[in-house]
């Protein structure tokens, strides 16, 4: 049985939905119950969503918690999803139907928020849940008690997805944050299990498996946005004062770009192995600090990849490669030079791999153990290498390392 929540009885017609001199007693949250057994319990700043189903929907027209306020879901068990939903038809003509969260979102379920016209964490703001996807693209209703559910993009602008404050999995849970641009100012903590950054028009989510199926992915191609977060061209900004802990982190950019420019700016502490892919047209442009110590960092572009002046990469193991050109780039007035360190103060140190049909190199590429020095290999498919490369594989109590360059 259908039933229409009103949980909130105070009128807003923006962001913020404050009104000079109306006091704010609770969170601005109003739904409409679209499937599944759901009861709302309103307190003084909290509203607890009860289910009795293992599957519900609710489609939202306002989602707002300020930061003393809460929203905390109650569901079957840690298995059972909850579907937050704010389509797009439910809009004014003032503003668009954004998810607004500064307080607390929890929930002892997984939870599953469809923002198409974006989503709004700011900083104190947290979202604690089994498991959690976040995206801007909208799933078939129809899909909504089977396990695979099929996401389509439904604005002809970016929708787009900003974390200021924290989001956070119990024990071996996933986090998904699929948009068509990602910006990440706060923390993101998956300790035991996977992160994934994804920008795509379209794909399928396994609900049994908290992760999106990689060939059902599909390209994003568009040009407005509305958030304004992150600059025209970055689809996915870490910042520097950002945090990403987890086992492994996945960051898939999919995106069809005029300008061929696909920057993905990873700053911040990030621990755990990183796997970054870049697919169909646009360069893979990686500008910052990637700290990966005991994991891998692995990149890969089916088109050009490009590491700023502000690159650090540091793991044991790096591999990159692209189907076209490999570049460090370096700025001609500028002392910044990318750096690729595999190095190792304790014991051995790891290996860097470099793969491309062309590559322009400058920089430095470190493999320097403690004991044995590590390896470096570049290679070069169709031409010679442009190498204005500084390499170290020292070992201080060992042997050195190796430094190989391979091509025509």
């Not at 700023?308 to 780039?329: P, Q």
Request: neutral net charge; proline residues 3%.
């Amino acid at each position: 049985m259908k039933q229409f929540i009103l949980i909130s009885i105070m009128l807003f017609s923006s962001a913020a939905h404050t009104q000079p001199g109306v006091p704010r007693t609770y969170p601005d949250v109003k739904g409409d119950v679209k499937e599944g057994s759901v009861n709302f319990i309103r307190t003084k700043k909290e509203i607890t969503i009860k289910s009795s189903s293992d599957r519900a929907l609710i489609d939202f027209f306002s989602f707002s918690v300020f930061g003393t306020e809460s929203v905390r879901i109650n569901q079957p068990s840690k298995n059972s999803v909850m579907i937050l939903r704010l389509p797009v038809e439910l809009s004014n003509n003032v503003n668009p139907n954004m998810l607004y969260l500064r307080g607390e979102l929890s929930s002892n379920g997984k939870i599953i928020i469809i923002a198409p016209e974006g989503v709004s964490i700011k900083s104190g703001a947290k979202i604690d849940a089994p498991s959690v996807l976040i995206t801007t693209a909208d799933m078939k209703e129809s899909d909504w008690q089977i396990d695979d559910f099929r996401f389509e993009d439904v604005l002809d602008y970016w929708g787009e997805i900003e974390n200021e404050g924290v989001i956070t999995t119990r024990g071996y849970g996933s986090i998904t944050i699929a948009g068509d641009r990602i910006s990440n100012e706060g923390s993101v903590l998956a300790g035991g299990n996977n992160i994934s950054l994804v920008t795509a028009s379209a794909f399928t989510y396994s609900v049994s498996n908290n992760a999106i199926r990689p060939d059902s992915i599909r390209t994003v191609a568009k040009k407005q946005s509305l958030l304004n977060k992150v600059t025209k061209a970055t689809v996915i900004n870490n910042s520097s004062g950002a945090k990403i802990i987890a086992q492994t982190i996945n960051v898939d950019v999919n995106i069809d770009n005029n300008d061929r420019q696909t920057p993905v700016l990873l700053e911040g502490s990030i621990d755990g192995s990183l796997q970054v892919t870049a697919k169909a047209r646009g360069w893979l442009w990686l500008d910052g600090n990637v700290a990966s110590r005991e994991g891998s960092i692995n990149i890969y572009s089916t088109d050009d990849v490009w590491f700023g002046e502000n690159t650090k990469l540091s793991a044991r193991t790096i591999n990159a490669k692209a189907d076209d050109e490999l570049r460090c780039r370096v700025n001609e007035i500028s002392t910044k030079a990318p750096l690729l360190d595999a190095s190792d103060d304790r014991g051995n140190a790891g290996t860097i791999r470099l793969e491309a049909k062309r590559m322009t190199l400058s920089g430095r590429l470190t493999a320097v153990g403690k004991v044995n020095g590590g390896e470096i290999t570049v290679i070069s498919s169709t031409e010679p290498t442009k190498s204005y490369l500084k390499t170290d594989v020292a070992g201080h109590t060992g042997k050195a390392g190796v430094v190989s360059f391979k091509g025509p």
